[in-house]
């Protein structure tokens, strides 16, 4: 086992600056992250951004490059490495009426946040009816070779929290969207923004500035007839092209995006096993008690008299993200499990 | 930026014997190389990963392990990989585990500097949240003092991770259970991009150490026998039951954070003064040829066989197989055994 292939320098972390939109309105994901946090500064004064080196350096992966010098230091804050304060911080100034949105240089240093975000942010206003327009957004996930403290996907944990809303998207269209969406919404959001797909995936993103996506509304990205794989985040790249190569096979798989982990677009979700009577759920979160089990769950209870099979699962088991190509390779859901796992389906 | 960095006064005296003066140099000048290189190789796309510098900060690194006993505890960040080698890290695991092969001291399952050798070089293996080990070097010092042991738990962060909430319940805790425990801050002047004025608003870190009740000093990390002498008392006080000290050691941080970040936001002159004048392998490698512990040839050969080591290293890291695919969810459970079979680790939990 010598020949697997190792990304040099592939840690997830932005060397190069953000870059623009190409010419004919293609944006990156990054990019249009960008885009959305910028308008969204533009349209509201109280909007502002906190985070460890966002300011003069833009960002570990420039996300807020150029933000410092149109919006100057009160509203782009580069902070001391104290994630319980950065969420206090952007609680306590939601509560006297900003609406920060705080940038973690990882989403694995959300767990340095952990009790304000899961005791304050969460569970403040349903105690005292005190919006919190906070948006908490960070890189999450793998595939990267950056191993166990910068590959995390912790939207188990923070949807399980109750009061935060989670979002995971996997286009730079719906990005942007959403992102302007979370700013907007009177409740705390987290937004997770997969690093695998940062650079990777371009398209053509909206100008206009008050275009947004609807929070909690799954997309259907592919039409099917034999199998749904319902999936989220950068695992829907490796769903729609599994469904590719299976078309030429002639197996119809229909990939839904859900966009929004928490809370849950069902409708969606059901309305394509209704259609298809087979489902794949398909989540780079731990298998155990992760997004894939809920919707698999959720499936197995609403839509029982529709399956022609059981519900299957493909995630990675509830370990820390390994280093070693091989070991990350395997501990990821691959297109090719995905394929096979479809197959199988199909087959029933 | 103000840093108030002095000289060693005693810079005369010898406080070691020769054959450990020139052990110091190894460390300092096997650093300095094993940077150079790992850079070298990192850029040219044949390093995996991540690689984080600590080029420029060897006097800090060198100076704080080499003052700990085999029996003590050392409790490092990303940033500290000289301070593992220092205190007993094998070169060959290390440069397997930079490649992600299972001759790594984590087997694959971690990459670079998040590396620690328990049962061997007694180190812990590196976390990147900051400063995560900062608490646990408190458990470490607590049972040493509980079952009368004479050894002392060190902890490295850098300035930016003292802004932490955790680094001050550590510090805290230390002292009010007076544990044999010391704080070693490397003050490399920037966390990421952050400067020290962003990061807390007094002068010196090792004046915090008041407020703790425990003594502070503040040392020129870019010399690494100052650096040393600092430890060593604070290491033998918490050895003879004296508890926690803190030290702040400063120097400069001569690379990014991170390989891919080129750090223009330090003052090129700032830099250069660094490099130019507080150079901490240079000034050690002169001052040993000034007391005539090493001749030039003496430091011609310590050069080659630090070079030899590092081949002989890449060559292991490149020869050692990939972890087995397999092989995945084993070792997360004590009991299905995988890291048993590990170089002191004799079987069975060390608690068992
Ligand atoms: C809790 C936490 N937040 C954020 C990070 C991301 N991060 C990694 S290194 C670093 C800067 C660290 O600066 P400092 O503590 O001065 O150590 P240095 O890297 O300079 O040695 C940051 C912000 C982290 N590792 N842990």
Known sequence: ?348 | MATKVHRAAKADARPLPDERLKEILYFLKLARYFDERMEALYRQGRLPGAIYSGRGQEGTHVGVAYALEPGDSLFPTHRDLTAQLTKGLDLKRVMAQFWGRIDGYTRGRDGNSHIGDWYGAKTFTVMSHLPIAYPVAVGAAWAYKRRGEPHVAMAICGDGATSNGRWHEALNWSAVFQLPVVWVVNNNQYAYSTPNEREFPVPTIAERAAAYGMPGVRVDGTYVLEVYEAAKEAVERARQGGGPSLIESVSLRWRGHAGHDPATYVPKDLLERYMAERDPVRTYEEQLLAWGVVTKEDVAELQARIEREFEEGHEFALASPFPEPGDVTKGLWVEDGYWRSEPGRGGGTEAG
């Not at chain 1, 933000?67 to 969420?87: K, M, N, Q, S, W």
């Not at chain 1, 940038?103 to 105690?127: P, W």
């Not at chain 1, 990005?175 to 959001?189: E, M, T, Y």
Request: a negative charge; one cysteine or more; hydrophobic letters at 40%.
């Open chain 1, 1 to 348: 086992m010598t020949t697997a292939t190792v990304e040099a320098g592939a840690a997830g972390h932005g060397a190069e600056p953000r870059g623009k939109r190409t010419e004919d309105g293609q944006a990156t994901y990054l990019v249009a992250i960008a885009e959305a946090l910028w308008e969204e500064m533009e349209r509201d004064d109280r909007v502002y951004l906190l985070g460890e080196d966002i300011g003069v350096y833009g960002g570990a992966f420039k996300v807020t490059e150029g933000f410092l010098d149109r919006f100057g230091p009160d509203r782009v804050i580069d902070t001391p490495i104290a994630e319980e304060t950065i969420v206090g911080m952007a609680v306590g100034s939601a509560m006297e009426g900003f609406r920060p949105v705080a940038e973690f240089q990882y989403a694995d240093f959300m767990s340095s946040g952990f009790d304000e975000i899961t005791t304050v942010l969460a569970r403040y206003h349903y105690r005292s009816g005190v919006p919190l327009p906070v948006v908490l957004r960070g890189p999450s996930g793998g595939g990267v070779r950056a191993s166990s403290f910068h590959s995390i996907n912790p939207e188990p944990w923070f949807a399980h929290a109750g009061g935060i809303k989670v979002i995971c998207p996997a286009f730079p269209a719906d990005a942007k969207g959403l992102l302007k969406s979370a700013i907007r919404d009177d409740n705390p959001v987290m937004f997770l923004e997969h690093k695998w797909i940062y650079r990777r995936i371009k398209e053509p993103v909206p100008d206009d500035p008050d275009a947004l996506e609807p929070i909690s509304v799954a997309r259907v990205r592919r039409e099917g007839r034999d199998v749904s794989v319902i999936t989220y985040g950068a695992m829907v790249h490796k769903a729609l092209e599994a469904a590719e190569e299976l078309e030429r096979a002639g197996i119809s798989a229909e990939v839904v995006d859900l966009r929004t982990v928490y809370p849950l677009d069902e409708e969606t979700v059901l309305r394509s096993i209704e259609k298809t009577s087979r489902a794949l759920v398909v989540s780079e979160s731990y298998r155990f008690v992760g997004i894939g089990a809920e919707v698999a769950a959720t499936i197995a209870e609403k839509a029982f008299e529709h399956l022609d099979a059981p519900v299957a699962r493909l995630s990675p088991p509830n370990l820390p993200v390994p280093f070693s190509p091989t070991l990350e390779d395997a501990f990821l859901p691959q297109v090719a499990d995905i394929r096979t796992a479809i197959e199988r389906l199909s087959a029933w």
